[in-house]
């Protein structure tokens, strides 16, 4: 038997990727065009041609020895340097290797602060909707996850829901922007509110409350719009990125942990971090991989590829009558279910081969999550389905 609480956890866990696998078995049966998969936020632009080409310059080049064998927990420290020196070009600091930790994707760094940081019944709160597994990494290390439901109009941080949910228990705040689920970006000003009142909570509570900024969908903003840079609106700012989304290489888990030298206690949570590498078996970020960041920390996706799909499925749907708020970034689209039954909206949505993920999973309830990092054409042909859809319950 497995652990009481994992047990738990899967009980009440709604399962973005068994949706994807349901998709998979309709196919099957339906045909593969005629199934409209939006569940999962498995990018389908391909990776920039430096990606391959330099993971083959390293392979040729390096000594097989040395490549394959043990780096650092931390990383390899010309990776470091290098992405060091990235952060400070395009962000205007002063980050340096020893700030910088190499991790097999922003998932396991999420785990390993988790790990570093918390206590039994200890406290992290996240922005609603949220990433669903925030619950599970926080959970899985004995801690409580509190989430403080974003503004329900513009999914912007809401500053009293917010304060509410902090305590003298609180250890970690978890923030996503680009957001998955609903592909806001968190403004300026949302930011800088929630900088003022984890300063004074700080100060109140007499002890560090640190800022968890997670990124893999930093890169992917349209409209030339600018996502605000954490560390410079808060000293106790971690950094967690993941190359999955922007490089288009999610099965590759890829990123790092970032921290500027004058958050608090740095020297101890650095040791904190590089021994829960150990403890959780992630050992090491993959060599190969992080060699290959060295050509190409500069590179990303064609983001006009996702932003043209945004923009046909977003007016789309407002079209035929949906609501839906406007997504800034990421690959993902909130759109408010025709009944207040989320998960049982989904289950009618599949009456028309529409596969999507429902908000209540996210703690966003009311909501579905449409994943439209998909083919243009899927989206153009998907777009029947969700007339009749929306004629079912609007005739």
């Given at each position: 038997m497995i652990s009481k609480r994992l047990q738990a956890s899967l009980d009440n866990a709604v399962c973005i990727r068994d949706i994807f696998e349901e998709g998979k078995k309709l196919a099957a049966v339906y045909g593969a065009e005629n199934i409209f998969n939006f569940s999962i936020g498995n990018p389908n632009v391909a990776p920039p041609s430096i990606v391959n080409e330099s993971?083959?310059?390293?392979?040729?080049?390096?000594?097989p020895l040395t490549l394959h064998g043990y780096p650092a927990n931390v990383g390899h420290p010309d990776v470091r340097?290098?992405?060091?020196?990235?952060?400070?070009?395009?962000?205007?600091?002063?980050?340096?290797?020893?700030?910088?930790?190499?991790?097999?994707?922003?998932?396991?760094?999420?785990?390993?602060?988790?790990?570093?940081?918390?206590?039994?019944?200890?406290?992290?709160?996240?922005?609603?909707?949220y990433f669903w597994e925030y619950k599970s990494y926080v959970e899985t290390m004995y801690g409580r996850l509190v989430p403080a439901l974003c503004d329900q109009t513009t999914l912007q941080p809401d500053p009293k829901t917010f304060e509410a949910a902090l305590s003298p228990r609180t250890r970690m705040v978890f923030i996503n922007t680009p957001n998955n689920p609903t592909g806001a970006v968190y403004t300026e000003e949302s930011i800088k509110k929630?900088?003022?009142?984890?300063?004074?909570?700080?100060?109140?509570?007499?002890?560090?409350?640190?800022?968890?900024?997670d990124e893999p969908y930093r890169l992917l903003a349209y409209g030339g719009l600018k996502v605000p840079y954490l560390p410079k609106y808060y000293k106790d700012t971690i950094v967690v990125y993941s190359y999955s989304k922007t490089l288009s290489i999610p099965g590759e888990r890829v990123g790092y942990i970032a921290m500027l030298?004058?958050?608090?206690?740095?020297?101890?949570?650095?040791?904190?971090?590089?021994?829960?590498i150990r403890y959780l078996g992630y050992v090491n970020a993959p060599s190969l991989q992080q060699k290959m960041l060295l050509k190409c920390v500069d590179a990303t996706v064609d983001v006009s590829i996702y932003e043209r799909s945004r923009d046909l499925l977003y007016q789309s749907l407002t079209g035929i009558g949906y609501d839906c708020i406007h997504?800034?970034?990421?690959?993902?689209?909130?759109?408010?279910?025709l009944e207040p039954d989320d998960a049982r909206f989904c289950e009618?949505?599949?009456?028309e081969r529409l596969l999507m993920a429902p908000g209540t999973a996210f703690g966003g309830p009311g909501f579905v999550r449409i994943s439209y990092c998909v083919p243009y054409d899927v989206i153009e042909r998907s777009i029947p389905s969700f007339e009749r859809l929306y004629k079912k319950y609007r005739p």
């Open positions: 993971m083959k310059e390293v392979l040729d080049s390096e000594d340097q290098c992405i060091a020196e990235h952060l400070n070009s395009r962000y205007g600091l002063n980050y340096d290797q020893n700030g910088i930790v190499m991790t097999s994707g922003a998932a396991s760094a999420l785990a390993i602060l988790c790990n570093t940081f918390l206590d039994r019944d200890d406290e992290v709160v996240t922005f609603a909707p929630v900088a003022e009142i984890l300063c004074r909570k700080e100060k109140e509570y007499g002890h560090p409350i640190y800022l968890v900024s030298d004058n958050v608090t206690d740095f020297d101890n949570i650095l040791a904190g971090i590089t021994a829960s997504p800034d970034g990421a690959f993902y689209l909130f759109m408010r279910a009618r949505a599949k009456e």
